[in-house]
């Protein structure tokens, strides 16, 4: 498993998206898992959730949310976000948005937009546009693909 793609939305929110065996795992900038990408067929529990993926096994906790894919481990912090997907954890501002993705980290200038990702800085024009930098940045061998605002 490793991190491949992050789209960020210039206006502050993004997903993260995982990928994992034969597929993908997307999380949202507050922290909840956005969408599951697996190749196979489809098996439903007793509750009528996804069990199984082809033969990757799908794991729910207590308060339903994912909490493994086959091998995998996913975490939750006490707030109910996303804190770890496997070996990768999933960091938090003081507003609740995902400041941190492994050792990548986020940052938001004061109307909540993206600033900084990494060492890799975001500006923005008058209209709140991006001005600078590209708006491909690959940091820490993740692609950052900002969306939005040009």
Do not use: P, Q, W
Not at 45 to 71: D, H, L, R, T
Not at 111 to 140: D, Q
């Amino acid at each position: 498993m490793k991190l491949e793609k992050m789209n960020i939305e210039v206006s502050g929110s993004f997903d993260a998206v995982i990928e994992v065996g034969n597929g993908t795992i997307s999380i949202s900038t507050i922290g909840a898992i956005r969408d599951i990408e697996l190749n196979g067929n489809l098996s439903y529990n007793m509750s009528g959730k996804v069990n199984s993926i082809g033969s990757m096994s799908i794991g729910y906790n207590a308060s339903g949310k994912v909490s493994s894919i086959g091998s995998m481990s996913i975490g939750y912090n006490m707030s109910g976000k996303v804190s770890s997907i496997g070996s990768i954890n999933i960091g938090y501002n003081m507003s609740g948005k995902v400041s941190s993705v492994g050792s990548t980290s986020i940052e938001y200038n004061m109307s909540g937009k993206v600033s900084s990702i990494g060492s890799a800085t975001i500006e923005y024009n008058m209209s709140g546009k991006t001005s600078s930098g590209n708006r491909v940045l690959v940091y820490n061998d993740i692609t950052f693909a900002l969306k939005g605002g040009y």
